[in-house]
């Protein structure tokens, strides 16, 4: 019965949102009619023409005083944005918009439309909507508690900034959660610890949930965050994989069953792909590199559709460990399509088994003299393709710029993403002889100036608010200093919007009220005029 409830009131839901976002039209004159119909019994010209009345009889101290508080109020905004801005890195009034009035207005996530939509096996549109993202998780992201703390305890700083940590939140609550949670008291109990900010107190959640029962994503929290070694993270990862497995099968059962057992199907399906995807790189970090290959292709293969995890980029590296260039020839030549989003690990490492050919006879004077071969054509051409999609990754490989930990989450074509490929491929670079002298002769030739980017642009409503303080601080100013002249407009464009018969008025009127009001003696007439 409560299913039934629920269900009925998810389409009457859906029902408003397709009318307001398609019929909105309708809806605009169907309320324009009803107002002309009920103008006579709602008596709306006598109200109108009370309130301008009303408001004919304000004085300007009255004006000053209004003008005065909105500078007030949206000054108090623009330096609570700004401060917002400044420790989190993002606009506090458009997260609250994005977070919580999107949805009621029917907007989509992106990370949800991605999932919904690999769900259907819609590839086209997944991947048009996967490369219109500028920032993206870090396939090769290290583990909190394994590795990015054991930076915290030599160093006592922080290597992930909070605004990594926040998009990591929100893609925990994406993947990880749905709406059905709230009927299970372990997954209850584990949404609300996705969207804990004190570690220990994500951790505490998850022990709690434990408690309840087997729950898949407390053993992953547990892994990724309360595991020091990688080996003790493995072991987690395990048991999350015999509790994910079972809720994948029962809910791959009951999937068709309504849009409710979807929707945890498809959180089963990520947290089960996460679960398995995590393994192999633990596999891969304790040397296990030829185990975390086969998982990784079991995995390709049996979930196709789910490129939003880059996959393919786990695999790549650990290919280039074991010197399967053949494989990692077969790979590029799946993903390396005009139709995917790029990246720098495909990109770079096209450009590396180019190189690859030439780079240990590459010799810059003999290039000089005879020319550049065919080969040696094409592996600079592949460096100059590489360079020109993110140009910040060679001083990286060429160690002219050092390297630090490589954030949970990157900005294509950015220093973000140059500093994640660097970490894991130096060594590959390193292996290859001659591969980075071949870099270091021919990447600056690609162009003169690199940019900046990424740039960290203002958010729209700190300029927005700034524009707003500006302009009520001037209209204050301006009330203050000139009165009565401020009073004659504010109250000719009160009389414009709100008197009835505001189609008679002309620019005229407002003049012959300025004068009025400011008694401007009329011009002297001439004698001939006057006879």
């Not at 057992?261 to 790189?281: F, G, P």
Request: with cysteine; charged share 20%.
């Amino acid at each position: 019965m409560a299913e039934a409830a629920t269900g009925f009131l998810e389409q009457l839901k859906s029902c408003i949102v397709w009318s307001w976002t398609y019929l909105w039209t309708v809806w605009f004159f169907i309320v324009l009619f009803l107002v002309y119909i009920l103008r006579v019994p709602l008596k709306i010209n006598d109200n109108l023409s009370t309130v301008s009345m009303f408001l004919n009889t304000l004085t300007p101290k009255f004006y000053v005083a209004l003008t005065g508080t909105s500078s007030l109020i949206s000054g108090l905004i623009l330096i609570f944005e700004w401060w917002y801005f400044r420790k989190y890195g993002t606009s506090f009034i458009e997260q609250v918009s994005v977070s919580h009035l999107r949805p009621l207005l029917g907007g989509v996530d992106n990370n949800s439309s991605n999932n919904s939509n690999s769900s259907n096996g819609d590839s086209d549109s997944n991947r048009q909507s996967v490369s219109e993202c500028k920032v993206w998780r870090n396939p090769l992201n290290l583990f909190r508690g394994a590795e990015y703390n054991r930076y915290t305890w030599v160093t006592g700083r922080e290597p992930l900034t909070y605004y990594d940590m926040n998009l990591s939140a929100q893609d925990h609550q994406t993947f990880f959660t749905c709406d059905s949670d709230h009927l299970r008291p372990a997954d209850a109990i584990m949404q609300k610890a996705w969207r804990e900010r004190n570690p220990q107190a994500r951790i505490s959640a998850a022990h709690e949930a434990l408690e309840i029962n087997e729950c898949a994503t407390a053993y992953i929290l547990l892994a990724e965050e309360e595991a020091t070694t990688i080996a003790e993270a493995e072991k987690l990862f395990k048991q999350a994989l015999k509790a994910g497995d079972g809720c994948y099968r029962r809910s791959q059962q009951l999937q068709h069953h309504g849009s409710q057992y979807e929707a945890q199907h498809r959180r089963d399906t990520n947290v089960l792909v996460y679960i398995k995807r995590r393994l192999a790189m633990c596999a891969r970090r304790l040397g296990r590199t030829r185990e975390a290959v086969k998982m990784m292709r079991d995995l390709m293969k049996e979930f196709p559709l789910l490129s939003m995890f880059n996959i393919h980029e786990n695999l790549l590296e650990a290919l280039l460990e074991l010197q399967a260039y053949a494989d990692v020839q077969a790979v590029l030549a799946k993903y390396d399509d005009i139709s995917l989003p790029k990246s720098a690990t495909i990109c770079y490492t096209a450009a590396l088994l180019k190189a690859r050919a030439v780079s240990d006879k590459f010799s810059p004077e003999a290039a000089s003299r005879r020319g550049l071969s065919t080969a040696e054509m094409n592996a600079v051409e592949a460096i100059h393709r590489a360079v020109e999609f993110n140009p910040h990754v060679p001083k990286y490989l060429l160690e002219m710029k050092s390297l630090i930990l490589p954030p949970e989450h990157i900005l294509k074509r950015g220093d973000s993403e140059a500093i994640a490929y660097a970490f894991f491929h130096l060594a590959h670079w390193k292996r290859v002889e001659g591969a980075l002298n071949l870099l270091h002769c021919t990447w600056e030739g690609t162009f003169h100036e690199v940019s900046v980017y990424p740039k960290k642009e203002l958010p729209f409503f700190i300029l927005f608010t700034a524009g707003l303080c500006s302009f009520t601080a001037m209209l204050a100013l301006l009330t203050h200093q000139f009165p009565e002249l401020m009073g004659v407009f504010a109250k000719a464009m009160i009389d414009i919007f709100c008197s009835a018969e505001f189609r008679d008025w002309n620019c005229k009127s407002i003049f012959m009220c300025v004068e009025d009001e400011l008694e401007i003696p009329p011009a002297p007439q001439s004698q001939h005029f006057q006879n």
